[in-house]
């Protein structure tokens, strides 16, 4: 992913240490999203921007505080909370469908699967376009959120 965006070796380990000087934990408890939801869009952005030999994933970068903090900016249309959160359901409805008991139980090609029929969905390509911008915020944005 990071070559198809035109990063070189050395703009990507760089990232990865910005990510590690900042802490890619979260920091504090969540601020919008409760632990489940947290868990779900977690593994949810680790899928969409996994980490590589040298590149950082979405985790390593901390995407979910970026979106729990980006939802609960005042600045944010409410609505955004109620598609993101909306989203869930049909998710876990999937993967329940696959033998597991939430989606981050998957694997990656079982989440990866999940993804796809979800994004075949009416209302699945929209919400993965919508995390997968917050995920990129998290790992192409300035590091300062």
Known sequence: M???????????????????????????????????????????????????????????????????????????PPIQTTWVRGGLPALRELAVARGAASFEALDAAGREAVLVAFRDRPEGRGWIRLVLGYTREAVLGDPVH
Do not use: H, I, K
């Open 2 to 76: 990071a070559a198809a965006l035109g990063w070189g070796p050395a703009a990507v380990a760089r990232a990865g240490e910005r990510a590690r000087a900042r802490g890619a934990a979260p920091v504090g408890p969540a601020r919008v999203l409760t632990t489940e939801e947290w868990a779900t869009l977690a593994a949810v952005q680790e899928t969409l921007w996994p980490a590589g030999e040298g590149c950082p994933g979405a985790r390593d970068l901390n995407a979910t505080g970026v979106l729990d903090a980006a939802l609960a900016d005042p600045g944010t």
